[in-house]
């Protein structure tokens, strides 16, 4: 035979491998089977669609990532009968840190630089306003009604759908970043009319559902895409990894005041505790919150320790201290909802008031002033939240400046966003010949009158 020119030894060694090799293929068949997909598929092209995750062959019934299907995480079961849109080549974004070079880095180096340079002088003065007051609501309504939209302030500043915005708290310069559906983080500094005052960035693969400026150091900006947290520091031109999984990231919010810790939710109801002083990409804790999505997370403002989850139904408040791996109860439970919920968020300055967004066309208003274990509704406002499959979904979301006040995007023509009291009275809209779609994504800056509404196309518009 072929081997004969082998020792005995040689041959049994042979046989040993081919029998060995039998012997792993029965047991783990499907795990080659898919680290060989992955190898191929990585060969194939160097711009790879993301692998799936390794550990999904463990669930016999497994959770079909949404990132995968490329859907937008709704509960809405229309979009199972759909044919899926036309595979976009989605690059993917390399792990770890990422140099802060814009997407259209070629012929705008000099231009990034300017952004990038007003970003780190703007983030050096001190932006304490803990001592402004709110004020009295007559006053804040025509503060509301002198604010205005003109051309030079709508802007296009990513190429996709607006899923999350920030604003710098600076109170010289309006610095505002978009993130869309796409990953990408647009910031434009609204002062500056020219081409280089709007800059886009892929920090991520996919959308970016979830942006803050750090409160206690404004040169950073945290951004969640699907399966990372990064933290953009503008003062060493780099967008840091915090956190990455393979599990859908939705929302998150700070814990502490200086803004090391974080709260980070994932899409199939499970959130995780992030620490950003400690090594590596993995969180503190992954706790089940027994939800089936969740969608947003809030940290109650004064007692930090509480957060805020909200997911198809349910809305609850939790003490992240007492969080476990699984088996959590809630705190509170803030009752009523019949469809999914898009957002739950505290009152800024108390969190005694807890506004959420509801499928079924309502507006909730809940009293959260004793986090007793079933909290009192206070108002219901009707309101159209049937965005369908091409906008963002409405969030409602409080005025920083005003404890009782709260704005959320409308699909009533003429186009406005419209803000409400606690109450349920309709306080002001947001209108102007500027406005002519849909605003699902709304910021208001900390300290001044100035609102920027975000579309489904990237644009943005800035009333002030
Ligand atoms: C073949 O496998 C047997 C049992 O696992 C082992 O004892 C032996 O040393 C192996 N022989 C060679 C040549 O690898
Ligand atoms: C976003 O706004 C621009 C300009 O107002 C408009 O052309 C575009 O159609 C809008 N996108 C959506 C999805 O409404």
Sequence with gaps: DGHSQLSAYERKRLKNITENAKFFA??????????????????????TKRAKPKKAEDEPAR???RRLLRVEPLDIPLLESLAPPAPEEYPQVPAGPLPMVPEDQAESSKWTETLLSTWMRISEVNTDHADWGTPDIKRYQESLSSMVLSEENVRKVVKARVCSMAIHPSQSTILVAAGDKLGHVGLWNVGCRAEEGAHTFIPHSFQVSCMHFSPCNPAHLLSL????????????????EICRSEEDFSCFDFLGENACTAIVSHWDGGVAVVDRRTPGVSPELSADLGFRRTRTVHVHPLNRHYFLAAGSLDVCVFDVRYLKAKGNKPLS?????????ASAYFSPVTGSRVVTVCADDKLRVYDTTSLSSTVTLLSSIRHNTNTGRWLSRFRAIWDPKQEHCFLVGSMAQPRQIQVFQDTGSLLHSYMGECLTSVCSINVVHPSQSILVGGNSSGRLHVFK
């Design 26 to 47: 029965s047991l783990k068949l499907h795990e080659s089977a898919a680290r060989l997909n992955q190898l191929t598929t990585k060969r194939r092209s160097h711009i």
């Design 63 to 65: 959770r079909r990532s």
């Design 225 to 240: 895409g699907s399966d990372t947290l990064r933290c953009a520091d503008v003062t060493r031109a780099v967008f840091d």
């Design 333 to 341: 439970s803030l009752p009523g909802h019949t469809k999914s919920v």
